[in-house]
């Protein structure tokens, strides 16, 4: 059964950089797309950025390209999130998700079935 932990959230201030990490306790990580999402308080969760099987292919919400970076490692069944010139608009809890195939990236929340728990990320102004 396939178990994500996320990790490497905190409290930073803004302009400052965060890495995030996720575990992928299961066999199969190096099968399925990854991605990641955040919820603010009082918001929906939204897409943050989604990455392909073999990292070749990635995708990003217009709110952190080129702020932000995802990766994988497919031997230490991980997922990154590389946050950089942080906001206090990027405080939110961040989720790592499996996504549903290989290859095709989706931003819709509703097209991942396995979530992790979450980590807080805080900016301060």
């Known amino acids: 059964q396939v178990q994500l932990v996320e990790s490497g959230g905190g409290l930073v201030q803004a302009g400052g950089s965060l890495r995030l990490s996720c575990a992928d306790s299961?066999?199969?990580?190096?099968?399925?797309?990854m991605g990641w999402f955040r919820q603010a308080p009082g918001k929906e969760r939204e897409f943050v950025a989604a990455i392909n099987w073999s990292g070749g292919t990635t995708s990003y919400a217009d709110s952190v390209k080129g702020r932000f970076t995802i990766s994988r490692d497919n031997v230490k069944n991980s997922v990154y999130l590389q946050m950089n010139s942080l906001k206090p608009e990027d405080t939110a809890v961040y989720y790592c998700?499996?996504?549903?195939?290989?290859?095709?990236?989706?931003?819709?929340?509703?097209?991942?079935?396995?979530w992790g728990q979450g980590t807080q990320v805080t900016v301060s102004s």
């Open positions: 998700a499996q996504g549903p195939t290989r290859d095709r990236l989706y931003r819709l929340r509703t097209s991942y079935n396995i």
């Open positions: 299961g066999r199969t990580f190096k099968n399925y797309a």
